[in-house]
């Protein structure tokens, strides 16, 4: 949007992502403490996401919403998959993140492959492609 010198479609985005942000806080915050603040910045960043994409296409047109909409279930699936193991592991061990935060990528990494291979090859190939210059600069 920047690129297009529109600053207010943006701001409109962080708005709605704020404004999401705070509302599910109040839910959810309740019910399942740092898990709940957790899943709230998702859905914020989620909401984030989608007015963009519907902004930007309004303004450049040729975005489609389909796909973007089949994406964002994509990623809400596999988000919702691989938070599962915070509601069973205690975190009241301050160590337990660094098995757990592995433990989110690996699993949704693996069910984006599974739900939907075409677009995780991609993420795929670009690690492996970062992975291979790192050890070819090293």
């Known amino acids: 949007c920047?690129?297009?010198?529109d600053s207010v479609?943006?701001?409109?985005?962080?708005?709605g992502s704020t404004?999401?942000?705070?509302?599910?806080?109040?839910f959810l915050t309740p019910h399942f403490g740092i898990t709940g603040i957790a899943l709230s910045s998702t859905l914020a960043s989620f909401v984030s996401?989608?007015?963009?994409?519907?902004?930007?296409r309004k303004k450049i047109g040729g975005i489609d919403l389909r796909?973007?909409?089949?994406?964002?279930?994509?990623?809400?699936?596999?988000?919702a998959i691989a938070i599962l193991p915070f509601f069973f592991f205690s975190v009241s061990?301050?160590?337990s993140i660094f098995l757990l935060a592995p433990l989110f990528i690996l699993?949704?990494?693996?069910?984006?492959l599974i739900v939907s291979k075409s677009e995780f090859s991609i993420v795929w190939i670009i690690l492996r492609?970062?992975?291979?210059?790192r050890n070819n600069n090293e």
């Open 93 to 95: 061990n301050p160590y």
């Open 67 to 79: 796909n973007l909409s089949k994406s964002f279930l994509v990623s809400l699936i596999c988000s």
């Open 19 to 26: 404004i999401t942000l705070i509302i599910a806080n109040y």
């Open 129 to 133: 492609r970062t992975v291979l210059k």
């Open 49 to 56: 996401l989608l007015l963009l994409g519907i902004l930007v």
């Open 2 to 5: 920047y690129a297009f010198s």
């Open 9 to 15: 479609s943006p701001l409109i985005a962080v708005g």
């Open 107 to 112: 699993i949704y990494l693996s069910a984006g």
